[in-house]
Nanobody
């Protein structure tokens, strides 16, 4: 079965950086677009970033554009999210997800597989 395991979360101060990783197994990783979503306490899950199966196309939420960078290493079956200039409002549980298409998707309904999430907390 498909497994997505996130890592790299933690507690940081505003302005710091973090890199999240998502290790995938159970499916041909290089065939599918991947995405990152996040959910803050009391809020709905929201789109953060997505990347095409080959890594050429990327989409970002306006709130993270210019600060976050999504990438993937298909040889290692791993997805990354580099987060720079972190803000307190970035505090959330971050989830990686695998879609059923090659083209990146910005809506959660386009993803069939989800990781368990990793907590990111940014203090002011």
């Amino acid at each position: 079965q498909v497994q997505l395991v996130e890592s790299g979360g933690g507690l940081v101060q505003a302005g710091d950086s973090l890199r999240l990783s998502c290790a995938a197994s159970g499916r041909t990783f290089s065939s599918y677009a991947m995405g990152w979503f996040r959910q803050a306490p009391g809020k709905e899950r929201e789109f953060v970033a997505a990347i095409s199966s080959g890594g050429v196309l990327t989409y970002y939420a306006d709130s993270v554009k210019g600060r976050f960078s999504i990438s993937r290493d298909n040889a290692k079956n791993t997805l990354y999210l580099q987060m720079n200039s972190l803000k307190p409002e970035d505090t959330a549980v971050y989830y990686c997800a695998m879609s059923n298409t090659r083209v990146p998707i910005t809506t959660s309904s386009g993803y069939g597989y989800w990781g368990q999430g990793t907590q990111v907390t940014v203090s002011s």
